[in-house]
């Protein structure tokens, strides 16, 4: 979602809310009341007639009622009901719809069909999705959904919000400069997989457990390989992405073909950039072939705001802007974020570019969706979320939940012996400094909603010890660090902690970054303030992105180093709870922290994920990627020590071939995954974790496999994660079942999925275990 279409929306968002405000006051002065009503059609108090519509007829199937109401459409009408601010009929009892809600995590107030008012004045503000990730715990990011569906639905019972949400945001944290990388679950295809499914089945699974019904439509964005934003000179709305069949294949799509095979996602968005020289929404292969064909989406596929526009004016991909809206249908597109397609739709039909044929389909998966909303049943009072009020929002057990979420994505990356966790009682007095220690909006990231209230990291420090506060710079851009008043306060304190980082003005949509250090002068403030404190010293970084921060780390008087990522509204608690003891961390990086010479030498551009030697570019990730790091994805250090013993895996995996099959031959380094002989091959790990320490906590469980050198194939990859929690001294068994021919494949150079034969390697921690796949 874009600055372009928010410019262009702002004005009307504007006046409607001017327009509503004034509505609201108009029924407080007379009648007491300013709680709206939600937007449905069918309503048979305002038009007697729906009652002999089939489209308003519950009881028959849902293709039976979009065919109805299709049928009932002039081209005009269909017409309007290819944007996000959908068309009224009023002769069919269809008030005007807007599709644009967020919720990425949280109710947002970002795009037009959500908004707060003195009735519900704000939602419950989850930490921004990186940190999330880094919990790796899959019953948590499903749970999160389910809090802010719920919250969704209430606002959507006082008039207040929307039932489709453009959330999650799948994309691959590609390169640390990406300003959006906080939006995402980070840089491992199986983590955003499993955070992408997870979430969305929070947000859409209805308590009825009925797969017709939506508690609210979810959105997986933005498809695909849409990872640059601005970055000297190059912007989202002309680039193209050059992506090889293989690094699309194993690294950009497997998120969004998992929001919908797995997690049965309503709705996916495409993105501004082209692929490979064609923009996306423009993409039929991408659109109809994948989405619709290969992956089967029940839903409807949306443009980003406002790629149709994008495509026509800015990339001139077509001649005409008929010829645009014309491109964008027939490859799979239902509804346009944006006002182009209600522009040009109709002279492209009259034009002979687009036959009605293909806007009945669109708008056809865009009904489809609504019925199973339940925005065609009447009256939502009467639905299953219909007691839902301003009282199930922000609830104390919500708000609990989002500093729950923040606890277990924290992540300590440096800790020295004796430093971490903090004495509560032996702490006399703390030195709390740096220009994120008492930021409210900061922590909240971007695509926020209001919270329900804040916690910033000195107010949850604070409610522990006696605390001393020196900014230490005036915003994270610290032109020049105040020095003295910092130094000051940490030589008089029994401990430090030193906020420090970015926020949106350093990192954000249309924003990417150049630099990886902290910016202006915030290292020369920690670097003074370690120097002059009596005590331990924490550093704590609070961004979006990972930064070079190798000066504390190599520095012996910063302790303990903790990143917080954008941690939502109740941070601060969270951010207290780990430093004071009372929650463990487990939380494991989920994106690799590079040098600034990695952003010096190496081009956002270049979309390649593996490195080449001949011209020293060093590959992406951790799964391919060759230089130095700061640190890797899956770091994260615990107050306890967690030791892997491992019980049972495989020395051979046989894949039983059918006779005559080409690969009989000693050359053959892989096979083909459509191979029949290799469904249904598993095998299970099985692993004894204990907490050797003497504090209880969770633990995560990496399995990683290196495969045999073929295809170009990554160094290691995640085959799955399993989170545990284990009180001190305490063992437990971890089992992972391992799919032959899903888990061990390889993508090859032409995009197949093969399995590799010849020496798998897997990886728990230190832990090693070699086995061989042959025929
Ligand atoms: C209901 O249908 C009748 C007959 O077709 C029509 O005259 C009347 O205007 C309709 N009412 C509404 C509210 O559309
Ligand atoms: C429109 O439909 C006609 C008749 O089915 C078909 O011949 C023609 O190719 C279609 N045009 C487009 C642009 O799809
Ligand atoms: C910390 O931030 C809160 C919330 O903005 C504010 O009320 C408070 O005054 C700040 N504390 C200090 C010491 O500046
Ligand atoms: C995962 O998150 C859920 C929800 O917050 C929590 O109840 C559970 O304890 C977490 N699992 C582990 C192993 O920490």
Redesign the pocket.
């Known amino acids: 979602m874009a600055f372009r279409e928010n410019r262009a929306a702002k004005s009307s968002v504007f006046s409607l809310f001017l327009l509503l405000q004034l509505l609201s006051l108009f029924c407080f002065s007379f009648k007491g009341i300013s709680a709206q009503s939600p937007v449905f059609a069918c309503d048979v108090s305002k038009n007697p007639n729906v009652s002999t519509f089939g489209f308003c007829n519950p009881s028959l199937d849902i293709a039976a009622r979009v065919g109805d109401l299709v049928n009932r459409l002039t081209l005009q009408e269909k017409i309007g009901f290819l944007v996000n601010k959908a068309g009224s009929v009023s002769r069919l009892g269809i008030p005007s719809y807007e599709w644009w809600s967020e919720a990425l995590h949280g109710v947002s107030y970002v795009g037009p069909g959500t908004r707060f008012s003195n009735v519900v004045p704000g939602a419950t503000s989850f930490p921004q999705v990186l940190l999330t990730a880094a919990s790796f715990n899959t019953t948590l990011f499903e749970a999160i959904g389910k809090v802010v569906s719920t919250e969704a639905r209430a606002m959507y019972n006082l008039g207040l919000a929307g039932l489709t949400y453009w959330s999650p945001n799948v994309n691959i944290f590609r390169d640390p400069r990406w300003g959006r990388g906080q939006e995402t679950p980070g840089e491992d295809p199986m983590l955003s997989s499993k955070y992408g499914s997870g979430y969305v089945r929070g947000l859409q699974q209805s308590d009825d457990k009925d797969p017709n019904r939506l508690k609210v439509a979810a959105c997986c964005k933005h498809y695909t390989a849409y990872d640059v934003d601005a970055w000297k000179g190059v912007d989202r709305y002309h680039f193209n992405a050059v992506v090889t069949k293989q690094d699309l294949d194993d690294t950009y799509q497997p998120p969004f073909k998992s929001c919908v095979v797995d997690g049965n996602v309503a709705s996916v968005m495409c993105s501004y950039n082209q692929v490979n020289g064609i923009p996306t929404c423009a993409d039929p292969d991408l659109l109809a072939g994948v989405i619709r064909g290969e992956w089967q989406l029940n839903g409807y596929i949306v443009s980003d705001c406002d790629s149709v526009d994008v495509f026509y004016n800015n990339q001139r991909y077509t001649k005409t802007p008929e010829e645009a809206a014309a491109k964008a249908i027939l490859a799979g597109l239902d509804l346009n974020c944006g006002s182009f397609l209600g522009q040009h739709t109709e002279a492209a039909v009259k034009g002979g570019l687009l036959n009605e044929s293909a806007i009945n389909k669109a708008i056809s998966n865009n009904f489809a969706t609504l019925i199973r909303l339940g925005f065609f049943d009447g009256d939502p009072n009467k639905q299953l979320y219909g007691k839902l009020r301003a009282k199930d929002v922000c609830t104390p057990g919500n708000q609990e939940l989002a500093r729950e979420a923040a606890r277990q994505g924290i992540v300590l990356l440096k800790n020295s012996a004796g430093s971490l966790p903090l004495s509560p009682t032996a702490i006399k007095s703390l030195a709390v400094i740096g220009p994120n220690a ?3 909006k900061t922590m909240i990231g971007n695509y926020e909603g209001t919270p329900c209230k ?1 916690t ?1 990291t ?2 949850g420090l604070t409610a522990s010890v006696p605390t001393v ?1 020196q ?1 230490g710079c005036p915003n994270v851009a610290c032109g020049s660090a105040q020095l003295d008043d910092a130094k000051k306060a940490a030589t008089q304190a029994d401990a430090t902690v030193i906020v420090v980082g970015d926020d949106q003005s350093v990192e954000a949509e249309s924003r990417d970054r150049i630099d990886l250090h902290l910016p202006g002068q915030q290292a020369l403030l920690v670097t003074e303030v370690a120097k002059a404190s009596k005590g331990p010293v924490i550093l704590v970084i609070m961004s979006g992105g990972g930064m070079d921060i190798s000066f504390a780390k190599g520095d012996d008087r910063i302790s303990s180093i903790l990143w917080v990522g954008y941690p939502g509204e109740a941070g601060g608690a969270a951010i207290a709870d780990v430093i004071f003891g009372y929650f463990n961390p487990s939380g494991r990086l989920p994106m690799t922290w590079y040098p600034q010479s990695f952003a010096d030498k190496v081009p956002m551009t270049n979309m390649n994920m593996r490195p080449d030697p001949s011209t020293g570019y060093p590959g992406r990730t951790y799964r391919f990627y060759t230089g130095e790091t700061l640190y890797t994805f899956g770091d994260g250090l615990s107050y306890s020590q967690f030791n892997h013993h491992l019980v049972r895996a495989p020395k051979l995996v046989s894949i039983p071939l059918e006779e005559g099959h080409i690969c009989h031959s000693e050359k053959c380094k892989s096979i083909d995954l459509l191979e029949r002989s290799c469904e249904n091959l598993a095998f299970d790990i099985h692993l004894r974790v204990k907490n050797m320490g003497r504090m209880k906590g969770s633990h995560t469980v990496l399995l990683f496999s290196t495969p045999p050198s073929v295809h170009n194939s990554p160094k290691k990859h995640l085959l799955g994660f399993e989170k545990v929690f284990l009180t001190a001294q305490m063992e437990e068994l971890v089992q992972f079942k391992v799919d032959v021919c899903k888990d061990l494949s390889v993508v090859d150079e032409l995009g197949t999925r093969k399995v590799a034969l010849g020496s798998h390697v897997l990886h728990v921690g230190s832990l090693k275990h070699s086995f061989n796949v042959r025929i």
């Open positions: 008492n930021v409210t804040y910033t000195l107010q506060y900014p």
